[in-house]
């Protein structure tokens, strides 16, 4: 592929007027960001041609693979019958069909679905439904929210609050007195000595305990996101989430299950919830891969039994007063429900079940890098967390920056990677096959070990 011909202009224009998410302040005007010029099946094309592998998948999104004529057509031709309607006084065909396909796919009893923009905008509902749903009911005290360190939950205000990222809370005036963090649960980061299982179990008790401070009565919802994906790819502990879900029913606590990333297919099932982790939570939260990243769309899975009590005559006269412009927006369900179609047809499910456990088997074999300290992962989700720490004092400042170190070697290696500090984290398309896996992890291997010579060299040292 051609290189870009108009790749200054692009680049000045990004530079002096895009605010991307997350940008560094301090180098803002200068990022000269890799411009994406097409994409296909698993591959991006940069701006000078070079074709890459889609590590990351988006962000944690595409899972049918870019450039599909038949999402396309079915979004133009809904452009042409309905491009919008309002979702306050109206409906539209698409919109209602993926609310009742969203209901027979979701686990137990979740068939109420509030749709919205974006992972942001489900989880703040899913908050918002606790608020009403306790204040409907006559405990207006019952609004605590317990969420866990590492955990990312989005980027609205509310959602911001339960995010337990110090990174993405600095700089910022986040906190409130009605949401509390658990320690993290992350069983690579246990006490010398201590076994997975006394770590789960202790993990389990730091929920029981808050609930127990801070009284049941007082705690509305417990969140968390089945793998914590942004966090670093934190698989917990066996049986740990099917535990914290117990509890919840014991003390009468909503159980929120973000599976903004975890959901549709990324650990081989439509959700992980119930197939993977074994339980049936009150509400459930959806994006990404609902519609492959093709277009913005989210959605907020309720329990009829968690509906039950606060709708009809038990809704003592109340309405939902929440909702967006684009709630159910036709454009994008029609994108949703072809994706799924897709995903269906082609049994995207079964092989990412069947390759899951190739792709983590190759992640492992990354461990005798000397620079390599952890490797995590689950079905077509992973993470290699690498650090020169422990090997060289005076390197701490490497750390930091090791994951864009890597990205940089991999880009070389037309692989694309997803740095997160010292970390990089992998959701590739789902349609990747096992030949590109192993082309994914060759690239990678190589990126690291470049690295690792990089640093070798500034240092003056071996790293054996
Ligand atoms: C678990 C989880 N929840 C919520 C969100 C927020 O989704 P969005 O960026 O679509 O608002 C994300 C985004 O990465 C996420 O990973």
């Not at 866990?148 to 939950?153: D, F, K, L, N, T």
């Amino acid at each position: 592929m051609k290189a870009l011909k108009n790749l200054e202009q692009i680049r000045k224009q990004d530079n002096e007027s895009w605010l991307h998410p997350w940008e560094s302040m301090t180098d803002v005007g200068a990022a000269n960001r890799t411009v994406v010029q097409r994409a296909e099946g698993i591959h991006v094309y940069d701006e000078k041609g070079n074709r890459l592998i889609d590590g990351p998948g988006g962000m944690w999104c595409m899972q049918i693979g870019y450039g599909r004529q038949e999402m396309a057509d079915a979004i133009a031709q809904q452009i042409m019958q309905v491009p919008y309607m309002n979702p306050f006084s109206l409906t539209s065909e698409p919109s209602a069909r993926l609310a009742a396909k969203l209901a027979e796919l979701a686990p137990g009893d979740l068939n109420h679905v509030f749709l919205t923009t974006g992972g942001s905008t489900a989880v703040d509902t899913a908050l918002r439904f606790v608020h009403f749903y306790n204040n409907v009911k006559g405990r207006p005290n019952k609004k605590h929210i317990i969420s866990r360190a590492s955990a990312y939950h989005g980027s609205t205000y509310l959602c911001s609050l339960v995010t337990g990222k110090d990174r993405d809370r600095n700089w910022f005036d986040i906190g409130s007195p009605t949401v509390h963090f658990l320690p993290s649960v992350n069983p690579s980061r246990r006490p010398a000595g201590m076994s997975v299982e006394a770590f789960a179990d202790e993990k389990v008790r730091d929920l029981e305990q808050k609930i127990l401070e801070l009284g049941a009565e007082n705690v509305g919802a417990f969140i968390a996101e089945p793998i914590q994906s942004s966090g670093g790819v934190i698989v917990p502990p066996n049986g740990y989430l099917r535990r914290c879900w117990e509890l919840c029913r014991k003390y009468e606590v909503l159980y929120i299950s973000d599976e903004v990333v975890t959901g549709f297919g990324r650990l081989g099932h439509w959700f992980a919830s119930k197939d993977v982790f074994g339980i049936e939570p009150d509400l459930i939260t959806s994006a990404k891969g609902l519609t492959s990243g093709y277009l913005p769309l989210g959605a907020c899975l309720i329990s009829d039994r968690v509906f039950a009590e606060v709708s009809g005559r038990r809704a003592r006269g109340a309405t939902f007063g929440h909702g967006f412009t684009y709630s159910g927006h036709p454009v994008c369900s029609v994108a949703a429900l072809k994706s799924i179609e897709i995903i269906e047809r082609e049994g995207i499910l079964e092989h990412v079940r069947e390759l899951g456990p190739y792709f983590q088997s190759r992640l492992q074999e990354l461990r005798d890098i000397p620079i390599v300290f952890d490797v995590r992962g689950m079905g077509l989700v992973g993470c290699v967390e690498c650090s020169v720490k422990s090997i060289a004092e005076d390197s701490l400042a490497f750390d930091s920056d090791l994951g864009a170190r890597i990205d940089r070697h991999c880009h070389e290696l037309g692989l694309m990677v997803r740095p997160i500090v010292n970390q990089c984290v992998f959701s590739p398309p789902l349609v990747i096959t096992k030949q590109e896996v192993d082309q994914m992890m060759d690239a990678l291997r190589e990126g690291i070990v470049r690295t690792m010579h990089d640093i070798e060299q500034e240092l003056g040292i071996t790293i054996a």
